[in-house]
């Protein structure tokens, strides 16, 4: 059974930063590229990153409007998936899911991330 937990989550001010963490099971990571989406109050998902597997050359993408702010990482000895988010704007707001897939589908419970001051 794939599993996607998600942890790190919490309250930030505009402009501080935040990490966010996934632990996968039940898949073989390392086959996968993997993603973050993030569903904003009253709105849908949306694409946040993706980083491809090893195989790949772990590249990276990213949504425009988080580039240069936010980084996604992978360990594929742990299994884990990281995204560090940095200089938060309120806009970033929402519930953060770890996905194997860049549309969501197949995702975690996800961890809030509020920005306010």
């Known amino acids: 059974e794939v599993q996607l937990v998600e942890s790190g989550g919490g309250l930030v001010q505009p402009g501080g930063s935040l990490s966010l963490s996934c632990a996968a099971s039940g898949f073989d990571f390392r086959n996968y590229a993997m993603s973050w989406v993030r569903q904003a109050p009253g709105k849908g998902l949306e694409w946040v990153a993706t980083i491809n597997n090893p195989d790949v050359g772990r590249t990276t993408m990213y949504r425009s409007s988080v580039k240069g702010r936010f980084t996604i990482s992978r360990d594929d000895d742990k299994n884990t998936l990281d995204l560090q988010l940095n200089n938060l704007g309120t806009n970033d707001t929402g519930i953060y899911y770890c996905?194997?897939?860049?549309?969501?589908?197949?995702r975690g419970q996800g961890t809030q991330v509020v920005v306010s001051s």
């Open positions: 996905a194997r897939d860049p549309t969501g589908r197949k």
